[in-house]
Structures are given as structure tokens and as C-alpha cells.
């Protein structure tokens, strides 16, 4: 299912534009030998925007939503992976405000396209009951 709006393109373009910053950071940590939580991050950090983008060709709206799901998930293990490498002393505050805002940015736009989609479908749901 492919939804056409304002809010789809800038949490693909977000959540893409932070897998590059979290593929980065990841090397980063690589090249101070830390591979453990360096995979975590690269994991979790970069799942949010393929699921993102896979949610853009779901099956159903439920499938839409599950894969939205998925990603917020996957953007909240994210913020607690920084959070660590943070309180590690791997990344100053600068650097993990910065993810964390970013982070947020893409947390807040999940948790609304989930609900206005969960909206839209039960209201679609009631429409076909009047019917």
C-alpha cells in the first residue's frame, strides 16, 4: 500500500538520512574497536527506515501498521543504544544529543502516522457498517 503524503515522505527521508548518520557512527566505533554495541546500533538504528520503507508497499493497512510498529520498536532500542555508548563514554554529549533528537524526531512521526492510520481504519471499518 503506498499512502501519499507530507508525513510519509519526510519519515522516509528522516529515517533514511538517520541510517547514514547511524552506518557512520558505526564505523566510528569499528575504528575504536568497538564491535558489540557498534553491530546493536547498526542493527536497530538502520531497521527503522527499511521497515519504513517496506510499510510503503504493505499488503493491507494492517500490514502498514505493523511494519510502522516494527520501526518505532526498533527507533526506541536506538535511543537506548546511545544512551549506552553515551554513559560508555564512546560519544560525547554533543554528538548523542544530536542522535537523540533526531531519534525523538522519528519516534514522534511513528507514534502519529500509527495512530492516524489506526484512525482512518477504524473509521473505514464503521463506514462499511453503516453500509
Known amino acids: 500500500m503506498i499512502i501519499n503524503n ?3 515522505g519526510t519519515l522516509l527521508t528522516k529515517s533514511y538520512n538517520f ?12 575504528e575504536n574497536n568497538e564491535y558489540i554495541l557498534s553491530n546493536q546500533v547498526l542493527r536497530s538504528g538502520t531497521a527503522i527506515g527499511a521497515l519504513v520503507r517496506e510499510g510503503t508497499y ?3 493497512t494492517a ?6 510498529s516494527i520501526a518505532l520498536k526498533e527507533a526506541n532500542e536506538t535511543d537506548y543504544w546511545i544512551s549506552l555508548l553515551y554513559d560508555t563514554n564512546y560519544l ?3 554528538i548523542k544529543d544530536s542522535f537523540e533528537k533526531e531519534c525523538n524526531e522519528l519516534i514522534a512521526i511513528l507514534i502519529a502516522s ?8 477504524s473509521e473505514n471499518k464503521e463506514n462499511k457498517k453503516e453500509k
Open 6 to 8: 507530507d508525513r510519509k
Open 19 to 30: 541510517a547514514v548518520r547511524i552506518v557512520k557512527l558505526s564505523k566510528f566505533l569499528r
Open 58 to 60: 504493505a499488503q493491507s
Open 63 to 68: 500490514d502498514f501498521i505493523s511494519k510502522l
Open 92 to 94: 560525547d554529549k554533543k
Open 114 to 121: 500509527i495512530k492516524t492510520t489506526k484512525k482512518h481504519l
